[in-house]
C-alpha cells in the first residue's frame, strides 16, 4: 500500500493528461495486485478468505513429501478445536487450559514466538455421547482490520484488540438473553459483515455491532439447551438479487434478511439429534447441504413477486457429518458420515464416485483443480479433483495425535492445529 501511495503523489502533481492517465493505470494495477497478494495471505476467518475453503496464491505442488513440505515450527499448546486464523505475521489460535479457562494467543506466522496471550474463565462439559471428542473451545474466531472476535465456550462472545489482546467488549449471550448454556458450547463460527458479526448463539442468529458489541436483531429463536446451540456457520450471499444470510440450525435451513433480520424463507432439515453440522453451500440461486443421520440435498430459493420460496431439487440418502464440502465445477467433494470421500454431481444429486474409508473427519482447502484435505488422524492429503475418478495425488502423516480443527493457509506456509499443538509447515511451491 505505500507503493500505492506513492504513485498516488506522483498522480496529483502530474500536469499532463496522459501522465494522469497512465498514473492512474498504473495505480489500479498495483492497489489489484496488493489485494490480490493479501487474499493468499490471509485466512481471517472459518474456511478461509472467502469462507468457501478456497484460496489465491501460486500454484501448489503435486506432492507432499521431503523437502516440498517442511515443518519450520511447533508450539505446544492446550487443547482446541477450532482452526488457526492468519493475518499478516500473525498467527492466532484458541486453547481450553486445565479445563478451566479460555486462552486465546498471538504467535508470529514466522517463528512461533508468542507475542501476546488473553484469557477468562470459561469451560464445559459436552454431553457423554461426545465427550471422546473432548469438552475444549470450539469456534474458529474471525477478524476484522483491527480486532478479534472470539467465541467461548459457554455462550460468550469477546472482542479483543489484534495487536495487543486488550478486550474491547463482551457478550455473555447466556445471561443478557436468559436462555441455558448449549450443551455442546458455542460451536458456530463468527461472521463479519462491514460494520457487524453475526453469530448463532443465545438459541438463535443475532446481529451485533462489531466495534461496541450491542446487539442490533435476534432471529431463528430455537427452544434453547442441547438444541439451541447451532453447529454449522452462516454465511453471506446474493440468491434472487438479494444479498442474504444463509444460515442453518439444528433444524431448519433458512434465508435472512441481513438488514432486518426477517426470514426470507425456511426448510426444515431432519437430522440425528438435530447434528446439522457442516456450513451450507451457496451455489448460484441454490444451497446445498447435508444432515448426519439425515439426508444431502440441493434447494433452490426462488424469488416470487416480494417473497422466496425454497423447493427442493433433489434428495439422496448419502450423509454428510462435521466436513464441510468444496465445489468445483458443479461438483461437490464431500466426506461422508462413512468416513468415505465422495464427488457429488450438484445437479442431480448423483455420486460419481466415492472413495475407501479414510479418518471421521476432513478439513478442507482447494485452489484451481487441487485439494488439501486435513485428516482427523493427523495426515495430509494431496488430492486432484475431477468427477472421472478419486485421484489422490499424494499423502503424508504429520501428526501423531488427532487434528480436528480446520487446516489454514498463508502464502507457502500451511498451518496445522494439533490437539495440543500447532505447527506451521512450508510448501514448496514449483
Request: charged share 20%; with cysteine; hydrophobic share 40%.
Amino acid at each position: 500500500m505505500q507503493e500505492g501511495r506513492q504513485i498516488l503523489e506522483a498522480c496529483v502533481v502530474s500536469r499532463s493528461l496522459g501522465s494522469y492517465v497512465a498514473t492512474v493505470a498504473v495505480l489500479c494495477c498495483a492497489l489489484g495486485a496488493s489485494a490480490a497478494h493479501a487474499e493468499g495471505e490471509t485466512w481471517g476467518q472459518w474456511r478461509g478468505p472467502t469462507r468457501d475453503g478456497k484460496i489465491a496464491g501460486p500454484p501448489w505442488p503435486d506432492t507432499l513429501q521431503g523437502e516440498a513440505l517442511q515443518r519450520v515450527w511447533r508450539v505446544e499448546l492446550g487443547p482446541s478445536y477450532s482452526g488457526p486464523i492468519v493475518v499478516g505475521d500473525r498467527v492466532f489460535v484458541t486453547e481450553t487450559r486445565k479445563k478451566t479457562d479460555e486462552v486465546v494467543r498471538a504467535l508470529d506466522k514466522r517463528t512461533g514466538k508468542e507475542l501476546w496471550s488473553a484469557s477468562w474463565p470459561g469451560a464445559t462439559r459436552v454431553p457423554f455421547f461426545a465427550a471422546s471428542n473432548g469438552s475444549w473451545i470450539r469456534s474458529t474466531p474471525a477478524w476484522d482490520e483491527r480486532s478479534l472476535y472470539v467465541a467461548g465456550m459457554r455462550d460468550v462472545l469477546v472482542s479483543l484488540d489484534d495487536q495487543t489482546g486488550q478486550e474491547r467488549w463482551r457478550v455473555d449471550f447466556v445471561s443478557s438473553l436468559n436462555t441455558p448454556p448449549p450443551d455442546f458450547g458455542f460451536v458456530s463460527s463468527p461472521l463479519i459483515v462491514g460494520n457487524h458479526v453475526y453469530v448463532q448463539a443465545g438459541a438463535s442468529l443475532i446481529k451485533l455491532d462489531k466495534r461496541t458489541g450491542r446487539m442490533i436483531w435476534r432471529a431463528l429463536k430455537d427452544d434453547g439447551g442441547m438444541w439451541g446451540g447451532a453447529f454449522s456457520s452462516p454465511v453471506i450471499a446474493t440468491i434472487g438479487g438479494v444479498r442474504q444470510l444463509v444460515v442453518q440450525t439444528r433444524t431448519v435451513l433458512a434465508g435472512v434478511n441481513v438488514e432486518s433480520g426477517a426470514v426470507l424463507w425456511s426448510q426444515p432439515i431432519p437430522a440425528f439429534r438435530g447434528m446439522n453440522i457442516l456450513t451450507p453451500v451457496v451455489f448460484g440461486d441454490r444451497v446445498f447441504t447435508s444432515a448426519y443421520g439425515g439426508k444431502s440435498m440441493v434447494m433452490e430459493i426462488k424469488k416470487q413477486d416480494e417473497s422466496f420460496v425454497a423447493e427442493q431439487v433433489w434428495k439422496t440418502n448419502v450423509e454428510g457429518y462435521m466436513s464441510t464440502p468444496i465445489v468445483i465445477d458443479g461438483f461437490a467433494y464431500l466426506h461422508l458420515r462413512s468416513q468415505r470421500f465422495t464427488c457429488m454431481d450438484l445437479a442431480t444429486g448423483k455420486a460419481r464416485w466415492t472413495s475407501k474409508p479414510f479418518g471421521q473427519y476432513w478439513s478442507m482447502i482447494a485452489q484451481g483443480d487441487r485439494i488439501l484435505a486435513l485428516d482427523q488422524r493427523g495426515e495430509l492429503l494431496l488430492i486432484r479433483s475431477t468427477p472421472d475418478k478419486f485421484d489422490l495425488l499424494d499423502r503424508r502423516e504429520i501428526s501423531e495425535v488427532t487434528t480436528w480443527a480446520h487446516v489454514a493457509m498463508s502464502g507457502d506456509l500451511i498451518f496445522v492445529r494439533e490437539l495440543e499443538a500447532l505447527a506451521a509447515y512450508r510448501w514448496k511451491t514449483p
